[in-house]
């Protein structure tokens, strides 16, 4: 059972920077498909980017394309997302998530077996 546990989340003012881990256990296959999800109040969980962990390939959602930048170190079994220019709209709980293949296109919810409890995220203006 692939068990998975953010932490980097916090507040910070608009403009700053945060990194999030997502740190990982359980694995039983060579690669997975690590996805990383963002969920405001009232609104619907949406996929803010992915990593293949063993081609290194990545897919952003385009509201955080070129300021959020997903990356993993297999060694350590962790998945990060450090995210750059953060602007109040990015205030949400992240979910790290897990599958055992990608499927092409935006992450979706229902493309993950493992979730992790997620960290929260402020930004202030």
């Known amino acids: 059972q692939v068990q998975l546990v953010e932490s980097g989340g916090g507040s910070v003012q608009a403009g700053g920077s945060l990194r999030l881990s997502c740190a990982a256990s359980?694995?039983?296959?060579?690669?997975?498909?690590m996805g990383w999800f963002r969920q405001a109040p009232g609104k619907e969980r949406e996929g803010v980017a992915r990593?293949?962990?063993?081609?290194?390939?990545?897919y952003y959602a385009d509201s955080v394309k070129g300021r959020f930048t997903i990356s993993r170190d297999n060694a350590k079994n962790t998945v990060y997302l450090q995210m750059n220019s953060l602007k109040p709209e990015d205030t949400a709980m992240y979910y790290c998530?897990?599958?055992?293949?990608?499927?092409?296109?935006?992450?979706?919810?229902?493309?993950?077996?493992?979730w992790g409890q997620g960290t929260q995220v402020t930004v202030s203006s």
């Open positions: 990593i293949n962990t063993g081609t290194g390939t990545t």
């Open positions: 998530a897990a599958n055992h293949f990608c499927f092409d296109g935006a992450p979706r919810e229902r493309h993950y077996s493992y």
């Open positions: 359980g694995y039983t296959y060579s690669s997975y498909c």
